[in-house]
């Protein structure tokens, strides 16, 4: 069932995904690119990077990113949903178990809805090419 933010509180449930389809070369390097968003409000509290050979991002700047979502409503979400088969879902279900929240999986396009326009801005405004760089 789609879920759609019009059906939510803010604040009561976040959302971890991978928001780039394709990888992004930062130095030369392959990363993807990790957020973590309201499902209510379509806010997105943070993000952070991971190198493709590395397959997650660093535990560290997870906890991080949820403490800077904590830290702008200064309360914790009711749950944090992944996408299914999201390689990254250990890292972020570490942290939502850690600070009480319960924990789902859903099909990502369950997720559309809510994430869609967050995936279509990010392609984009930030993977495509500058109109002076066509021919890089």
């Known amino acids: 069932m789609k879920m759609d933010p019009k059906d939510y ?34 806010y997105v509290f943070g993000f952070v990077f991971s190198k493709v050979v590395d397959n997650t ?17 200064r309360q914790w979400a009711r749950k944090l949903i992944v996408p299914e088969n999201y390689f990254a879902k250990d890292v972020f279900e570490k942290q939502a178990i850690k600070h009480g929240l319960s924990f789902e999986t859903v099909s990502v396009s369950d997720l559309s809805l809510i994430v869609g326009p967050l995936k279509q801005s990010f392609e984009e405004d930030f993977l495509r090419q500058p109109e002076s760089c066509l021919n890089c």
């Open 57 to 73: 991002p660093p535990e560290q700047e997870v906890e991080d990113l949820f403490e800077k979502a904590w830290s702008m409503k």
């Open 9 to 42: 509180i803010p604040n009561d449930i976040w959302i971890a995904l991978r928001v780039n389809d394709s990888f992004i070369t930062v130095a030369g390097e392959p990363y993807d690119v990790h957020v973590l968003m309201d499902a209510g409000s379509c």
